[in-house]
């Protein structure tokens, strides 16, 4: 199972699937890399030699920002936006969607379970 910054990407699937479990790159992303790297997306992450998991790993390292990094970035973005006091902070900061969907009837995820105003006798 190849290691590639900090993950362990499963060894059974086509690198080019795998290369997607890492946070923060997606199928086009992968597709790029593996095209950098002069690897088959065809080939199955566990049959890579260790030139080419050495490769992609020194590309993933130097263009593309992933995990912990790419999380810290996202969550210093939302803390901004909320010390800021944007509309979007003050969504964030009461658990409320942020891009404008209705709440009136949906919006469960980010609401949490209903609370029952009215009591039973």
Not at 53 to 74: F, N, P, Q, T, Y
Request: proline content about 4%; aromatic content about 4%.
């Amino acid at each position: 199972m190849p290691r590639i910054s900090g993950v362990d990407v499963p060894k059974e699937k086509r690198i080019e699937a795998a290369l997607t479990y890492i946070y923060g790159i997606g199928k086009t992303t992968s597709r790029k890399i593996l095209e950098e790297a002069g690897v088959n997306p065809d080939v199955r992450a566990g049959n890579l030699s260790e030139t080419e998991v050495a490769s992609i790993r020194k590309i993933i390292d130097s263009r593309v920002k992933v995990e912990g990094e790419l999380r810290k970035e996202i969550a210093m973005n939302v803390k901004r936006y909320m010390d800021l006091g944007t509309y979007r902070g003050l969504r964030h900061r009461k658990g409320l969607p942020v891009r404008g969907q209705r709440t009136h009837t949906n919006a469960r995820t980010r609401k949490g379970p209903r609370r029952i105003l009215g009591r039973k006798k």
